[in-house]
Nanobody, 126 residues
């Protein structure tokens, strides 16, 4: 059974940093593309960042480019989201996602991913 568990969320002041982690089990971690999504209050889930199974390809949403960085450690079955220069607009529930498809076409679409974590709250105060 595939399980994704996020950690590292919390409350931070604007301009601060957080690092989200996602621990994966029940899958061959190194063969899965991974993504981070977020859902702000009252809004739909939106793409944040994605990383290919090899780690060679990454893609970040324009809204976080230059501030957030996705990375992975296949030896530890972990994927990370380093979030710097946080803004109140970054407040959301953040989700880790995984899928075994090799193609990265449409990987910014939540429907691309078969497996999801339960989500973790990130709150940025002004």
């Amino acid at each position: 059974q595939v399980q994704l568990v996020e950690s590292g969320g919390g409350l931070v002041q604007a301009g601060g940093s957080l690092r989200l982690s996602c621990a994966a089990s029940g899958l061959t971690f190194s063969t899965y593309n991974k993504g981070w999504f977020r859902q702000p209050p009252g809004k739909e889930r939106e793409f944040v960042a994605a990383i290919s199974w090899s780690g060679l390809d990454t893609y970040h949403a324009d809204s976080v480019k230059g501030r957030f960085t996705i990375s992975r450690d296949n030896a530890k079955n972990m994927v990370y989201l380093q979030m710097n220069s946080l803004k109140p607009d970054d407040t959301a529930v953040y989700y880790c996602a995984a899928d075994p498809k090799r193609s990265t076409t449409a990987w910014t679409n939540p429907n691309y991913y078969n497996h999801w974590g339960q989500g973790i709250q990130v709150t940025v105060s002004s």
